[in-house]
């Protein structure tokens, strides 16, 4: 059809019919009825609004505490808007309005009549009955989520109703439960686990240590990584483990010694099952007293502390250990070159009571003996025992009793006419009773008491025989002992209380009784002579034992603001009283977790830490002589108080990075002064040292693959860390460099599944050196007699001399760099599974110089710098079957 129009009309007659055509298309882009393809993952608000203004001419109006309580994920395909709309904001407590131009949100206002229930209990291993700490659960409907505690317990408040609950757990198969929650409900899931979902996750995302959490410098340590690390003579180690993470550092290659963050080995809290340990090592520290086969769970706390703990300055590590299995009969065996291993558990009274029993020790006492003369004898010998009896009393109840003992023992021995003997003896012993109760759905209580101690004993005996002419033999002797240690009786409460979805409250108190013995001596000597009076003479001398009263409180709450923020608040309260001195400190920990996008988080914190105890020692090595002491009216307390803050990127699958910063002030930390030092004596030890200030500030970068069949990380950290004392003290008040001021360290770990029978393993670590203090030059004196031979002048040539030093810790060592290497053969049999494993420590024989010492030319006399290593080469195997 043709339209005629007059021409001075046709102007007039195109607006018209313009207008009507764009009246039109808007009501059609207008309609909600009109279906619309929309394809969003984990979406949060602003990202669906962006989406739906982008699809129709629509606009979104709401105010800022309308917020996603979890992101959306939507696929549909020609779906008319306001369904579209409805399934978005299922579960988001948003309401909707669709008015002419825009979208209008509101938050809904929630029934008063609607009820909440709290869904709580236990996660077990489906077979064996053990508790899963940090097990997953998460309600999709309602969007909120929790974990399970140290004890395998939980608790979650849901809405009323017809819910869909995930239960999950690395290494096991996911389990879904429905359940109309109608009441508040005690119940117990069993998770099976799936050989096909091998523990591969490096750090693996719990509650507290993970990337999703609100702490941050903070780890979760897998059993996996720990057995599979290289290390000295195949004996997997959980210290030299912790070692390979940022931030983390060994005194001397090859040991077990943590120094976290500028920290000394005294600064770091390690507990066994909530109980401190205070010596943690074995030969020096070539290995520490955790035997893998009886741990469940590691975790390492380095900054943003969680209020429960406290009395250590630079890291916590928290060691739990497993409970037994209620189930069947299970154990292991280990033949190694330096110790074997025995681990048995089993029921007791099936699904009531369990037991675990693991067991360690050395050999090299058999086989040193047949190396030596006839008339000697001497050896080195180490055990661990560690012993668990779990019962669950009822549903709401179970009780627990923990044992570990271990010992260092060496000896030397000598028989002719004359007799010699003596033995130096080391190490703790650990007895812990724990009951945890369930008061209400949303209240929990674990109650410990504990006692443990360490001591270090040497004996030495002496006797020696003289033949008379005339008459029978004259027998003189003497016998001294030598005793320190310390000893500690403790009970503790520590509660869960979880008022709601979005918090979780944790409160409780601890008191711990200490008895420090410095020293205590004892010498007697003897004369039998038969022709005379027998005479008997003691002598001794001691410290006096110093008590100490240790008491804390603590409250904390983790908490989410909203989807992107969450919030780890709490206090610590700390009373010591030791010699008629108390001592109170309240620290402040707070750390905040902001979630910038789903692939990005950034998170601060902020920790105050006290330590009342301290440990004597000069020596680089774990020497069992060194003593712990505690504070006094005339040395305070040691604090610090550490800033942090840290960004973490998992944009890429499998992979996870993070870089962290922080920055660690100290304060009445200690030194010894120039000239003195510590030799096995804490007699007068406060007036040789000087109370200071030290500081410690770094950023560590870590980057890490945590699935597939390579595994692993690499990790590298820049720090600094000095002191600083008073003018006219150490160093005449200038700065100095911490002894272990290591500015480099690099780390790479790698896990590679060869086959399925066959795993690799490797670590590579470079460290720059660490700081010592050397003489710049030396004066010497002397005033030879007239015409003396020139021999007189050889023989005293180094009489007299004396060392000046320019300044303390003024020479840093050569750069450190260590290769391990190790294979894991696997093979089922007909009654368990058989592992060979072989390693090899540092594999391209890198000479480390683990100490420096000034020597002198022969015949110049001219002064060299010597190094010595410590652990060369070191190939080893070990074989493990498991039934």
């Avoid at 899963?132 to 979650?156: E, V």
Wanted: with cysteine.
């Amino acid at each position: 059809m043709i339209l005629l129009i007059c021409p001075k009309h046709r102007i007039k007659a195109f607006s018209i019919i313009l207008s009507i055509m764009l009246s039109i298309s808007f009501a059609q882009a207008q309609n909600p009825a009109l279906p619309i393809s929309i394809h969003l993952r984990q979406a949060n608000l602003k990202e669906f609004a962006t989406e739906i203004e982008r699809l129709t001419d629509y606009s979104f109006i709401y105010g800022e505490e309308i917020v996603f309580k979890h992101p959306v994920t939507l696929s549909l395909r020609k779906a008319p808007l306001k369904l579209l709309l409805q399934k978005a904001f299922s579960g988001q407590e948003i309401s909707f309005e669709i008015t002419k131009h825009h979208i209008v949100l509101r938050k809904k206002k929630l029934e008063s009549a609607k009820k909440h229930f709290t869904l709580n209990g236990y996660v077990l291993d489906s077979i064996s009955k053990e508790t899963l700490i940090g097990a997953n659960i998460y309600d999709w409907q309602n969007g909120l989520g929790t974990t399970t505690n140290p004890f395998g317990y939980f608790s979650i408040t849901l809405p009323e109703g017809d819910t869909k609950i995930d239960f999950s757990y690395i290494g096991y198969a996911k389990q879904q439960l429905s359940i109309n929650l109608c009441k508040d409900t005690l119940l117990t899931i069993q998770l099976h686990n799936d050989n096909q979902l091998a523990e591969v996750v490096i750090l693996s995302d719990k509650p507290e240590t993970g990337i999703q959490s609100s702490r941050m410098g903070a780890s979760s340590i897998p059993l996996t990584h720990i057995k599979n690390t290289p290390t000295l003579m195949s004996e997997a180690d959980v210290l030299k483990s912790i070692q390979l993470l940022p931030g983390v550092q060994s005194g001397m290659s090859g040991t077990s010694g943590l120094y976290v963050r500028g920290g000394g080995p005294d600064q770091n809290l390690y507990l066994l099952d909530g109980v401190p340990l205070y010596n943690v090592d074995h030969t020096l520290g070539l290995l520490s007293v955790f035997t893998p086969e009886a741990i469940k769970k590691v975790d390492l706390y380095k900054s943003s502390f969680p209020a429960r703990f406290g009395g250590r300055l630079s890291s916590i590590v928290d060691v739990r250990t497993n409970d037994g299995n209620m189930q069947h009969y299970h154990g292991s065996f280990t033949i190694g070159l330096l110790t074997s291993h025995l681990q048995v558990e089993g029921p007791i009274w099936k699904d009531h009571t369990s037991f675990i029993i693991s067991a360690r020790r050395s050999y090299i006492d058999c086989i040193l003996p047949l190396l030596m003369p006839k008339e000697e004898r001497g050896g080195y010998s180490l055990y661990d025992i560690n012993a668990k009896l779990h019962h669950r009393l009822s549903e709401k109840d179970r009780f627990f009793l923990s044992f570990y003992k271990g010992k260092d023992h060496v000896y030397y021995k000598y028989k002719d006419e004359d007799k010699f003997k003596q033995t130096h003896d080391w190490g703790n012993m650990l007895l812990n009773a724990r009951w945890n109760h369930v008061f209400t759905s949303r209240l929990f209580s674990n109650t410990t008491l504990a006692y443990n101690r360490y001591v270090f004993d040497i004996n030495q005996e002496e006797t020696s025989s003289i033949q008379q002419s005339d008459g029978p033999a004259i027998t003189n002797g003497s016998s001294d002992l030598f005793h320190s240690g310390i000893k500690d009786l403790s009970i503790s409460t520590d509660f869960d209380y979880h008022p709601m979805p979005a918090h979780s409250i944790k409160f409780g108190g601890k008191y711990i009784y200490h008895q420090y013995a410095p020293e205590v001596q004892t010498s007697k000597q003897y004369d039998n002579d038969p022709q005379a009076p027998q005479t008997n003479n003691s002598s001794g001398w001691h410290n006096t034992h110093i008590h100490a009263h240790d008491f804390s409180l603590y409250a904390e709450d983790d908490f989410s603001l909203n989807d992107q923020w969450k919030i780890n608040a709490g206090l610590h309260l700390s009373i010591f009283n030791v010699q008629k001195q108390t001592y109170l400190s309240l620290q402040p920990r707070l750390s905040v977790s902001f979630q910038a996008s789903k692939d990005i988080t950034l998170k601060t914190s902020f920790s105050q830490m006290n330590q009342c105890t301290q440990l004597l020692s000069t020596a680089s090595l774990a020497m069992p002589s060194d003593l712990w002491v505690p504070v006094t009216r005339h040395i305070r307390p040691m604090k610090s108080f550490q800033y942090s803050a840290g960004m973490y990127y998992t944009g890429i699958k499998h992979w996870e990075f993070s870089i962290e910063g922080y920055y660690k002030d100290m304060r009445n930390v200690l030194e010894y002064k120039d000239g003195e030092g510590f030799l096995g004596s804490s007699h007068n030890w406060e007036e040789k040292v000087e109370m200071g200030k030290g500081r410690s500030f770094g950023i560590e970068l870590m980057a890490q693959k945590t699935a597939g069949r390579l595994t692993g990380w690499i990790n590298y950290t820049l720090s600094k860390t000095d002191r600083q004392f008073a003018v006219g003290g150490i160093n005449d008040g200038k700065r100095f460099p911490y002894q272990y001021d290591r500015c480099h360290a690099l780390n790479l770990t790698l896990n590679y599944q060869l086959t399925r029978r066959i795993d690799f393993n490797m670590s590579w670590t470079y460290t720059s050196g660490c700081m010592t203090t050397l003489p710049k030059e030396k004066t010497h004196t002397v005033l030879p007699p007239v015409n003396v031979p020139p021999s007189w002048i050889t023989d005293n040539i180094n009489q007299g001399d004396i060392d000046h030093y320019s300044s303390r810790n003024n020479y840093r060592l050569p750069a450190s760099h260590q290769l391990n290497l190790g294979f894991n053969f696997h093979k089922k049999t007909k009654h368990g599974e058989r592992i060979w494993n072989v390693s090899i420590l540092n594999a391209y024989n890198a000479m480390n110089p683990d100490f420096v010492y000034i020597s002198r030319e022969s015949g110049t006399g001219k002064p060299i710098l010597k190094k010595m290593t410590l652990l060369p080469c070191i190939p080893s195997f070990s074989y493990t079957y498991k039934f």
